[in-house]
């Protein structure tokens, strides 16, 4: 995390009940999670849905990007991918 946020205090995390999704795009897009759409099956696939502008541009020294904090319970998949659990 320290390539991205550089010498900021990392936030304190129980991988054991929370996970972090993480989607990185190309500058200057706008980038963004649709929160309706979050939603957990009940096979334990988490469904998320991400927006971006697209912009070209690539620029390969920046980039942007979206950390999501969210509680593991439940969660199996995501976006039909399964989660490892070490």
């Not at 936030?11 to 939603?39: A, S, Y």
Request: charged fraction near 30%; include cysteine.
């Amino acid at each position: 995390m320290e390539t991205y946020r550089g010498s900021d205090e990392l936030p304190k995390i129980d991988f054991d009940k929370q996970m972090i999704l993480v989607r990185v795009g190309n500058d200057p897009n706008v980038m963004g999670v649709i929160h309706d759409e979050l939603m957990l099956n009940e096979k334990g696939d988490l469904k998320v849905d991400f927006f971006s502008t697209q912009v070209k541009y690539i620029n390969p020294k920046t980039c942007r990007y979206v950390f999501l904090l969210i509680s593991r319970e439940g969660v199996k998949s995501v976006n039909g991918k399964p989660v490892r659990e070490d």
